[in-house]
């Protein structure tokens, strides 16, 4: 079946650094792809919207200068957390759209602590 | 806003026995239905789907009923199992936009 293949499964990184999430579809060509948060004990939250060759469609709330979305081909989709800082400690997840009929395939997420 | 509401965080099932899990929506727009099952630090799993056109689907050990007029799915597992132990998330979407989700119930099966 079609995966979605998320990178990396968990990062470390200083505060103010930046932190690059890569989210690949093998085997299939993903056009839309959604970025979603888990915060603990929550529900996912999508973050945002990416077609492949135009810009992301950003939730309300979500800084788009700060959480970069690209989606340059349509097998990678990447999210760019941007001057990172603790509150931005979170299990990052990408999913994949993959039919028509609303085939929904996920990454297996990133957790991202800031320190 | 919470479009995608399941109310019971955890439920614990004897193994063998039927797990019951519901899930409450406020859009009447939505049009699909999906569950989704999620261990620790992995993303979600499909396990399940059903279209507003239908009120059943049922796949092996899992089905799904919608009641459209209450706004109301429910996931049935049957027999339960101990490794059908973690977070099931309810999530619903409309003209195949992003998935909506529940806060999720973590179901645990003892033997």
């Known amino acids: 079946g079609a995966v979605v293949s998320q990178h990396p499964s968990w990062v470390i990184c200083k505060s103010g650094t930046s932190v690059k999430i890569e989210c690949r579809s093998l085997d299939f060509q993903a056009t839309t792809m959604f970025w979603y948060r888990q915060f603990p004990k929550k529900s996912l939250m999508l973050m945002a919207t990416?077609?492949?060759?135009?810009?992301?469609?950003?939730e309300q709330g979500v800084e788009k200068d700060k959480f970069l979305i690209n989606h340059a081909s349509l097998t990678l989709s990447t999210l760019t957390v941007t001057s990172a800082h603790p509150e931005d400690s979170s299990f990052y997840i990408c999913s994949a759209r993959t039919e028509p009929n609303y085939g929904y395939t996920f990454g297996s997420g990133t957790r991202l602590t800031v320190v | 806003d919470q479009q995608v509401k399941q109310n019971s965080p955890s439920l614990s099932v004897q193994e063998g026995r039927i797990s019951i899990l519901n899930c409450d929506y406020t859009n009447s727009m939505f049009d699909y239905f999906l569950w989704y099952k999620k261990y620790p630090a992995e993303g979600p799993t499909f396990l399940i789907s059903?279209?507003?056109?239908?009120d059943k689907n049922e796949d092996g050990r899992f089905t799904v009923f919608l009641n459209k007029s209450a706004k109301h799915l429910s996931l049935h597992i049957v027999p339960s199992q101990p490794g059908d132990s973690a977070v099931y998330f309810c999530a619903a979407s409309h003209s195949g936009y992003a998935l909506n989700f529940g806060k999720g119930t973590s179901l645990l099966v003892t033997p």
């Open positions: 990416s077609n492949e060759g135009s810009k992301a469609t950003y």
């Open positions: 059903i279209s507003s056109i239908k």
